[in-house]
């Protein structure tokens, strides 16, 4: 994935946890580009993502079968 507006190694270094949180969501709300999510990062920061509802709810109903 590649973001051309974000700075992503300042980013990396400044706010670890937030560069994570971001890249989740960049993945899940523009794709992957070949990349897979990292299902452990992903259960990690489910309440903290901000995601598209309609995906929230399949990526819900995959990761805990709700």
Do not use: C
């Not at 590649?2 to 670890?16: I, L, Q, R, V």
């Not at 070949?34 to 452990?40: H, L």
Request: hydrophobic share 30%; charged share 40%; proline share 5%.
């Amino acid at each position: 994935m590649y973001n051309w507006s974000t700075d992503e190694e300042k980013f990396k270094k400044e706010d670890p946890e937030g560069h994570k949180i971001w890249r989740i969501e960049q993945m899940v709300n523009f794709g992957l580009d070949g990349d897979k999510i990292p299902e452990e990062e992903l259960r990690h920061y489910w309440d903290k993502i901000n995601i598209d509802p309609a995906r929230r709810k399949l990526l819900n109903l995959i990761l805990y079968g709700e």
